[in-house]
């Protein structure tokens, strides 16, 4: 094993540049086993990993200068066309990709783990040696594939790898008909992939790549702001020279308006440089996806849109976890087999739509199948037997609610885990991660056609849009991403059940939340009939906050509070107010969870 | 063996110099280490935060960072009065994390070498807090009691848990 670089900057360096290569070579592979003949793609694989190769051999890097020399040796073959690239290949190529990418991880974290690369090199190695034919056998961890190709398509033979102590082989030519991802033959098992991506490789969170006109428009701006600057200190001499109050007043408007201009300006542009496409987490689905629905024997179409979507690399690093918990749950629970799904008049290929677009101040992020839907009486049977709902709920819940139900923690519909799915964790993660952004996570299902979830996120998590409230004399801010509607109620409009006070609505029944009572404002019960109520939902709940007033709309900046008031339930930091006072910031996810705790221990009223 | 331990409480060498930082609370005169004083400023408008712990009395906005501030009375059990116009907030500063106390008053800031400082005995008037106190320093017939800040604003953040 090879020591560590001493120096800092020339392992970094390598770092960045041999993650970006691996970025591109991940899509390029893919692309590839769509379209093997294009050997455009097939040399660009192939420099990539001749370069990391060349770096990691120049900063002693053993392990990584092995893989990459036989990967790089399996592909050279491949672009002289010496080598078909059959799934097997591209398998093991995968295999190689991923195992490179741990070890420079392992170098990252300056953890040089013995990494077994021995399989790795052997697969490899064993490809190389079946070059005589253009068709290459791949000993195979799996059972053998139980489909045969047709016989008299192609003039293939049985290879013997001579010294592989495995399975029987099989041959697979390359048939032009292979869907993009699965086969209709299912493999048990495949070849010992890498880790799945750790969340690093998403979103490389020490440091990021900004684009240099962003820089420039940067530096621009405060050029701008410079000026104002300068004209301030003048303005301020002017006055001190000959007081006159008209022109001071006339010019520092003037002022004002320019420096609020260019410093929103500035606020933009230096929140734009956090932001990444969302396509950094969306690229590793098509793998992902590719080797779920071949695992799980489906035939799967997975479409993207919107990869330049951008949002807030913090934002980016926590949506990574619930991402791939719903693409498995969409692959694993909503697509049928290939034959159920035929038998039910659709294609054998499910689709699978992934898309990102902006919304006014949100990312609307959503993933779309159309599988076989949500079955709510299935869902509220298990819902039911795992004593998560009482029957009385059950009763009184309304379709949308029942989807719901999937959110609960300890819910599945799996009897059996599967390795991906059905411990009945995941859906809780989703809700949570979501919460944790501020966010909104809806449900639209049809049975037999399809679901699609949809993750409705804030922008960035350092300034928010907020709404400004008054409770009894006090000022808080609730956040905008959080709030659905705001609604001005005659007090005689409440209902009291069971000790909290509900609103009806339209389709279903609002309960509400006195924030003057929760946060303990003195204050005159207001003779005002009226009074406000902000509607704040947090992933698929809702909450209505009771207010005095509504103060308007405000730009937040989000200040911590600090070690000891971090865990004040239902405040979730601070901002500081034009006049210099300190305003607290709403967390209306918490407050909708002790609503929830509250009501269910059915206390005494808000 | 006493300087030893109170060495040990302080941290210092035997017979370093050190500064610190004087004020009174309920008559009673206090002082800390005027390192770990970012500064001292007037009182000023608090804003109130709900579910606090009880000496917690809400955060200020120290030049655009919120800062939680603790009454100091509060924390040592003392009977609570209005703010007068001597009233003074104290900000320290841990590991780069800032609190305000809120002070009587401030008297002044003094040099001793840490010879000076004698263990507080177990007679001082406070139940199991004894480690705030971090020893005594006897001047010019005043009896000065040493804070000890982590533990003063630790215990708080714990209890906040």
Do not use: W
Not at chain 1, 54 to 64: I, R
Not at chain 1, 210 to 220: A, G, Q
Not at chain 1, 517 to 538: D, I, N, T
């Amino acid at each position: 094993m090879s020591q560590l670089c001493e120096d800092k900057e020339l392992l970094e360096e390598f770092l960045a540049e041999a993650t970006d290569l691996l970025d591109n070579v991940d899509d390029d592979l893919i692309t590839l086993e769509k379209d093997p003949g294009d050997l455009e793609i097939l040399n660009r694989v192939f420099r990539a990993i001749h370069s990391v190769k060349g770096n990691a051999s120049f900063l002693d890097f053993e392990l990584l200068v092995a893989i990459t020399h036989k990967t790089e040796d399996v592909l050279n073959r491949l672009r002289k066309e010496e080598l078909l690239l059959t799934p097997e290949v591209m398998d093991v190529i995968m295999e190689a990709v991923g195992l490179v990418k741990l070890l420079l991880l392992d170098i990252k974290h300056e953890e040089m783990q013995d990494r077994s690369i021995d399989g790795t090199i052997k697969r490899l190695a064993d490809i190389l040696n079946n070059l005589n034919t253009p068709t290459v056998s791949l000993p195979d961890n799996s059972t053998p594939v139980t489909e045969q190709p047709p016989p008299g398509t192609e003039p293939d033979d049985l290879i013997p790898a001579a010294d592989s102590p495995l399975q029987p082989k099989t041959v697979y030519p390359v048939a032009t008909e292979e869907k993009y991802v699965g086969n209709s033959g299912k493999q048990s098992g495949k070849p010992p992939q890498a880790k799945e991506s750790t969340k690093d490789e998403a979103a490389d969170t020490s440091t990021v790549r900004v684009d240099v006109k962003r820089i420039d428009d940067l530096i621009n701006q405060v050029g701008e702001l410079v000026l104002e600057r300068n004209r301030m200190l003048q303005l301020h001499i002017e006055y001190q020279n000959t007081p006159d109050s008209a022109i001071f007043d006339e010019e520092f408007t003037k002022l004002t308006k320019r420096i609020n201009f260019v410093t929103s300006e500035l606020q933009a542009q230096v929140l734009k440089m956090r932001l990444i496409p969302v396509g950094n987490v969306f690229k590793k689905f098509p793998r992902i996806v590719r080797n779920l629905a071949r695992d799980l024997g489906k035939q799967v179409n997975l479409q993207i849109f919107g990869e330049d979507t951008e949002l807030d690399r913090s934002v980016v690093d926590e949506i990574s976890d619930p991402l791939t918990h719903l693409i498995r749950n969409a692959l694993d629970h909503g697509l049928e087999l290939p034959d159920e799904r035929i038998a039910n008049g659709k294609q054998a290929t499910g689709t699978i739509v992934l898309s990102a677009r902006h919304e006014g101040n949100r990312i609307i992020i959503s993933i779309k199948d159309d599988g076989r839907g949500i079955d709510t009486e299935r869902v509220a049977a298990k819902a039911l037997e795992k004593g998560l709902v009482t029957a009385e709920q059950l009763a009184e819940a309304s379709r949308q609610d029942i989807f719901d139900f999937i959110f609960l923690p300890g819910f599945s519909t799996r009897d059996a885990a599967s390795d991906l799915s059905g411990r009945g964790v995941g859906m809780d993660v989703v809700r949570t991660n979501t919460k944790k952004l501020n966010g909104i996570i809806e449900l639209k299902s049809e049975k037999g056609k399809g679901s699609e979830f949809i993750l409705k996120l804030p922008l960035t998590l350092a300034i928010i849009q907020s709404l400004l409230v008054e409770v009894n004399g006090e000022t808080y801010s609730i956040p905008l991403s959080a709030i659905i509607e705001t609604l001005r109620v005659r007090k005689d409009e409440f209902h009291s059940v069971g000790g909290r006070k509900i609103l009806p609505q339209r389709q279903s029944t609002l309960t509400l939340l006195n924030l003057a009572k929760v946060f303990g404002v003195a204050g005159e019960k207001s003779e005002r009939e009226y009074c406000y109520v902000v509607v704040v939902g947090a992933a698929e709940k809702r909450l209505g906050l009771l207010v005095t007033r509504l103060l308007g709309q405000q730009e937040v900046a989000i200040k911590s509070l600090g070690a000891y008031l971090s865990n004040v339930p239902g405040i979730a930091g601070s901002t500081i107010m034009g006049d210099g006072r300190v305003a607290l910031i709403v967390d209306p996810a918490k407050l909708i969870e002790l609503g929830e705790a509250r009501s269910s221990l059915n206390q005494h009223h808000f | 063996m006493t300087s030893a331990i109170t060495n040990k409480q302080i941290g210092y060498g035997n017979g370093a110099i050190i500064q610190l930082v004087i004020f009174s609370v309920d008559n009673e005169e206090y002082g800390v280490d005027v390192l770990k004083v970012r500064e001292i400023i007037r009182m000023t408008d608090i804003t109130r935060v709900p579910n606090a712990p009880e000496f917690v009395d809400g955060v200020f906005n120290l030049r655009g960072k919120v800062i939680p501030i603790i009454s100091l009375r509060k924390r040592l059990s003392l009977p609570v009065v209005d703010y007068t116009r001597d009233t003074r907030i104290i900000v320290i500063d841990l590991d780069n994390e800032l609190t305000g106390i809120i002070v009587d008053s401030v008297v002044e800031v003094i040099r001793i070498t840490t010879d000076d400082i004698q263990p507080s005995s177990e007679g001082t008037p406070d139940d199991g807090n004894d480690a705030i106190f971090s020893g005594l320093v006897n001047r010019n017939n005043r009896l000065l009691i040493l804070l000890n800040l982590e533990i003063l604003l630790n215990r708080c953040k714990n209890a906040s848990d």
